[in-house]
T-cell receptor, first 114, second 110 residues
Framework: DARVTQTPRHKVTEMGQEVTMRCQPI?????VFWYRQTMMQGLELLAY????????DSGMPKDRFSAEMPDATLATLKIQPSEPRDSAVYFC????????????FGPGTRLTVL | ELKVEQNPLFLSMQEGKNYTIYCNYS?????LYWYRQDPGKSLESLFV?????AVKQEGRLMASLDTKARLSTLHITAAVHDLSATYFC??????????FGTGTRLKVLA
């Protein structure tokens, strides 16, 4: 049963600390998305990778957020320094570019910044 | 501005009743997706609608797409409590991007 996995599932940290979230896309998928979900803003696209190349990170606060894909099995989203307004659920999704372009979501990382 | 609007935002309905959730969008697209999200959980793909007139059905849920009207509907037949969740539509742009709707929170009362 192929699934997107994310770690950690929950993270509580203090303002100013670095946070790293990890995602393992479904094997064989060549697109990876990072989303942030909050009650106020809904689902926001933060970053998009295709074949490991970052094609769109326009949704990310550039000064504190960074996203990378060091290999085909790992995508990371880093926040440094973290702020209380970053508290949200962060979802990773993966898919196959060229087919239905359907996105499959991971379980999410619930981040709380105190 | 690109918009994807769902209505209603909240829906409380009795078991056994029928209802329709609407998803209107402001851009040209021929692909639309429906997702379900349970509280505290991830988004689960329900339907992929790929062309004008597409209709998909799974159990008590049926989704349709009218690209000319820029409208998709999610019809619920004889609702049961297990269908309580938040439902999102997402419109695909010409590239990779989805624009998600605001979500419809459905509560089915016994």
């Amino acid at each position: 049963d192929a699934r997107v996995t994310q770690t950690p599932r929950h993270k509580v940290t203090e303002m100013g600390q670095e946070v790293t979230m990890r995602c393992q896309p479904i094997l064989g998928h060549n697109t990876v998305f990072w989303y942030r979900q909050t009650m106020m803003q809904g689902l926001e696209l933060l970053a998009y990778f295709r074949n490991r190349a970052p094609l769109d990170d326009s949704g990310m606060p550039k000064d504190r957020f960074s996203a990378e894909m060091p290999d085909a099995t790992l995508a990371t989203l880093k926040i440094q320094p973290s702020e209380p307004r970053d508290s949200a659920v962060y979802f990773c999704a993966s898919g196959w570019w060229g087919g239905y372009n359907e996105q499959f979501f991971g379980p999410g990382t619930r981040l709380t910044v105190l | 501005e690109l918009k994807v609007e769902q209505n209603p935002l909240f829906l409380s309905m009795q078991e056994g009743k029928n209802y329709t959730i609407y998803c209107n969008y402001s851009t040209t697209s021929d692909r639309l997706y429906w997702y379900r999200q349970d509280p505290g959980k991830s988004l689960e793909s329900l339907f992929v609608l790929l062309s004008n007139g597409a209709v998909k059905q799974e159990g008590r849920l049926m989704a349709s797409l009218d690209t000319k009207a820029r409208l998709s509907t999610l019809h619920i037949t004889a609702a049961v409590h297990d269908l309580s969740a938040t439902y999102f539509c997402a419109v695909a742009l010409a590239t990779y991007k989805y624009i998600f709707g605001t979500g419809t929170r459905l509560k089915v009362l016994a």
